[in-house]
């Protein structure tokens, strides 16, 4: 089985500071990893993912994450934040078998002046 | 060209109602979803098709069904709503395990 967990439900910076959104995944197999983004109202969009291969990625909108096989970790980074960023982002595991995706609970980013 | 579209965008109907919500995808994906978010937020996979086959349901109650005429349509029928039913349904598709899931853009059900 399959499982995430994003630590934190709510996550306030301030613009042009870091943000660090955190991620644990548990999978019997090596799994994908994804981050997607909600922005209010609308439907999920791919941040970045991990397959294989180098274990940094880096995404849209200046979004990066790291794959730590020894921590079982995916946090997701961005040196500045943007007012832009504000929204509900979501880590996911996949391990195949007809592509089910496990989504955490989410983790709401707001960003003040 | 919307990848993935869904329609109805929003349905209010009443308890004990049948309803559907039609999705479609133009990407040549294989494989097509359907995701239940809840008030919370929370997101749940509820059937997985892969060219017109059912692979994956996760225990949905068997009001819910899923139809694929074709690979490129996947659509959701409902009977006899209940309160607990409203949320937000997603529809997804993606072409194999390491693609991504590209997702609609949702349809808000809410049941008075």
């Known amino acids: 089985a399959q499982s995430v967990t994003q630590l934190g439900s709510h996550v306030s910076v301030s613009e042009g500071a870091l943000v660090l959104l955190r991620c644990n995944y548990s999978s019997s197999v090596p799994p994908y990893l994804f981050w997607y983004v909600q922005y209010p109202n609308q439907g999920l969009q791919l941040l970045l993912k991990y397959t294989t291969g180098a274990t940094l990625v880096k995404g849209i909108n200046g979004f990066e994450a790291e794959f730590k096989k020894s921590e079982t970790s995916f946090h997701l980074t961005k040196p500045s934040a943007h007012m832009s960023d504000a929204a509900e982002y979501f880590c996911a595991v996949s391990q195949g078998g007809g592509n089910k995706l496990t989504f955490g609970t989410g983790t709401q980013l707001k960003v003040e002046l | 060209d919307t990848a993935v579209s869904q329609t109805p965008k929003y349905l209010v109907t009443q308890m004990g109602n049948d309803k559907s919500i039609k999705c479609e995808q133009n990407?040549?994906?294989?494989?097509m979803y359907w995701y239940k978010q809840d008030s919370k937020k929370f997101l749940k996979i509820m059937f997985s098709?892969?060219?017109?086959?059912?692979?994956i349901n996760e225990t949905v109650p068997n009001r819910f069904s899923p139809k694929s005429p074709d690979k490129a349509h996947l659509n959701l029928h409902i009977n006899s709503l209940e309160l607990g039913d409203s949320a937000v349904y997603f529809c997804a598709s993606s072409q194999d395990p390491a693609q991504p899931q590209h997702f609609g853009d949702g349809t808000r059900l809410s049941i008075l």
């Open positions: 990407l040549g994906h294989d494989t």
């Open positions: 098709y892969n060219n017109k086959e059912l692979i």
